[in-house]
Nanobody, 113 residues
């Protein structure tokens, strides 16, 4: 069974870059037709899809976040990473990694000075 686990700092200062890693176990980021996404949920709001990296390595981003978002992967570690630049308090959210029906437990990231 595929398991996903997010990791990264829980507090980021405004204007800095948020970096999160998702470690995949029980599966591979190169498995055909799997897409590996980052999704977030700000407090009191709904889920927001941020972007994804495909099994092929191709990346896809939400138009509203594309200018600040980068998703990459390390196939040797079976991990994929989110970087969100120039963060503001509005980027405070629970961040999830996801693929198909598999979700990480989520990690709280707060943007504050």
């Amino acid at each position: 069974q595929v398991q996903l686990q997010e990791s990264g700092p829980g507090l980021v200062k405004p204007s800095q870059t948020l970096s999160l890693t998702c470690t995949v176990s029980g599966g591979s980021t190169t498995t055909n037709y799997y897409y590996w996404s980052w999704i977030r949920q700000p407090p009191g709001k709904g889920l927001e899809w941020m972007g994804a990296i495909a099994y092929s390595g191709s990346t896809y981003y939400s138009p509203s976040l594309k200018s600040r978002t980068s998703i990459s992967r390390d196939t040797s570690k079976n991990q994929f990473t989110l970087q969100l630049s120039s963060v503001t308090p509005e980027d405070t959210a629970v961040y999830y990694c996801q693929s198909h029906s598999y979700w990480g437990q989520g990690t709280q990231v707060t943007v504050s000075s």
